[in-house]
């Protein structure tokens, strides 16, 4: 079962960031402790039945490849450089695991946070306009892991929380979310696969994010995923 120790260990493993990034580092932390308390309530037979639920602040790829690997349907893949790589959300990943099987992991909820744009603070300030950031495109690497770790599944269960001037509403970066969506909706629960492609729950605007807000959207995803896996 996931703990709250688990997340306590987590709360510092992002000290250089700054100020706005830890409190949302802080907030989404909660979100996962109040989700993971909701999934236990949720499903009080889960142990019982042979499940456990385990939060984890990153995967090793190996591990991912591993779980691609139990489905026995792919039989090519590419040796890794380093071993010990790894995908780390900023909310980190919940797993689904069997007692008395090591081998089996199921991705229940995978979690990024994603702040981008200063220019409206640079404005306030009497400062120039900066060029708009890359918090985006480093979305790109963790979701195609988990999408291509899915693949054999019928869910994609991971979800952005994007917030900043960047994201407002006509700004063209949320058109690069939307690519990166496979061009479906944005802010909007996608948890099942569609017509053939995996599109995943993005949310992005310019105000920042409450725990609740966070809460609500988390705890659906985790909950779904894990009657997909278990009924």
Not at 74 to 86: G, H, I, K, Q, V
Not at 188 to 194: E, G, N, R, S
């Amino acid at each position: 079962m996931a703990t709250h120790k688990q997340l306590r260990e987590n709360k510092d493993q992002h000290k250089p960031k700054n100020t706005k990034s830890k409190v949302d580092d802080k907030r989404v932390l909660e979100a996962m402790n109040k989700t993971i308390q909701y999934i236990n309530e949720r499903f009080p037979n889960l142990e019982t039945d042979g499940y456990y639920i385990e939060y984890q602040k990153r995967v090793n790829l190996s591990d991912l490849i591993a779980i691609i690997k139990g489905y026995e349907k792919r039989n090519e893949y590419s040796p890794l450089t380093n071993e010990d790589a790894f995908i780390s959300p900023d909310g980190g990943i919940l797993l689904l695991k069997k007692k008395g099987d090591k081998k089996y992991q199921r991705l229940v909820l995978v979690v990024e946070m994603k702040r981008q744009g200063t220019n409206d603070e640079r404005e306030k300030e009497g400062k120039k306009k900066q060029a708009q950031g890359n918090a985006v495109e480093r979305l790109g690497k963790n979701l195609i892991g988990v999408r291509s770790t899915l693949q054999y599944e019928n869910i994609t269960p991971f979800v952005c929380f994007g917030w900043g001037v960047d994201f407002e509403k006509g700004s063209s970066i949320l058109d690069r979310v939307i690519t990166m969506n496979e061009f479906y909706s944005l802010n909007k629960i996608y948890v099942f696969k569609k017509e053939g492609y995996s599109p995943v729950s993005m949310f992005f605007r310019k105000e920042q994010w409450s725990v609740k807000e966070l809460f609500e959207i988390m705890k659906e995803i985790a909950e779904t995923s894990i009657r997909n896996y278990i009924h």
